[in-house]
């Protein structure tokens, strides 16, 4: 089984500020990584796919970048909505995988 | 609009046995392989199973196999899980939740959950 890491578990950022978040995985996925935002209450979001990818509906200011064992999700400047906790999952091998999640929590 | 609803859970004592539905519209239900994803309360997501499109392949957690079967009726737009033997650890909300499709298995679309809870 691919374990996913991420990092930080807790994030303090202020309005209109860059958040960066890391993956990484125990052993390489090529660029089979997504990440997923998830509210209080709410079911999870598919942010980006295939690494780089972003979903439909998803804005610019969410970016995904790696390959391999080590992943980034950039949010370019935190809008109010962004607080949450965002989830890395790798799509290379069976079983599919989650990352522990990183929280972003407004500083 | 793609809508997943599910529906099925409840409180269930150990060992016992429970069948959670997921009834999609808004989508060609039977072009999509479908999974189940979990959440036990305050912890992180965890991939339960999928089953491809025609409903011939699937796969499962190994934290479930041998206990859980996922199943799909394409005629009814309707996704299943059946959750036998359960256990304290099977308590969570789970979610349907469509794949994204072209090769990538990951969720694009999710339900709101039904919770599960296994407890005497």
């Known amino acids: 089984e691919i374990v996913m890491t991420q990092s930080p578990a807790t994030l303090s950022v202020s309005p209109g500020e860059r958040a960066t978040l890391s993956c990484r995985a125990s052993q390489s996925v090529s660029s089979n990584l997504a990440w997923y935002q998830q509210k209080p209450g709410q079911a999870p979001r598919l942010l980006i796919y295939g690494a780089s990818t972003r979903a439909t509906g998803i804005p610019a200011r969410f970016s995904g970048s790696g390959s391999g064992t080590e992943f980034t999700l950039t949010i370019s400047s935190l809008q109010s909505e962004d607080f949450a906790v965002y989830y890395c999952?790798?799509?290379?091998?069976?079983?599919?995988?989650f990352g522990q999640g990183t929280k972003v929590e407004i500083k | 609009e793609v809508q997943l609803l599910e529906s099925g859970g409840d409180l269930v004592q150990p060992g016992g046995s429970l069948r959670l539905s997921c009834a999609a519209s808004g989508f060609t239900f039977s072009s999509y392989a479908m999974s189940w994803v979990r959440q036990a309360p305050g912890k992180g997501l965890e991939w339960v199973s999928l089953?491809?499109?025609?409903?011939?392949?699937?796969y499962y957690a190994d934290s479930v196999k041998g206990r859980f079967t996922i199943s799909r009726d394409n005629s009814k737009n309707t996704l299943y899980l059946q959750m036998n033997s359960l256990r304290a650890d099977d308590t969570a909300e789970y979610y349907c939740?469509?794949?994204?499709?072209?090769?990538?298995?990951?969720?694009?679309?999710w339900g709101q959950g039904t919770l599960v809870t296994v407890s005497s």
């Open positions: 089953i491809y499109s025609g409903g011939s392949t699937t």
């Open positions: 939740a469509k794949v994204t499709g072209s090769g990538y298995y990951t969720w694009d679309y």
């Open positions: 999952q790798q799509h290379n091998n069976w079983p599919l995988t």
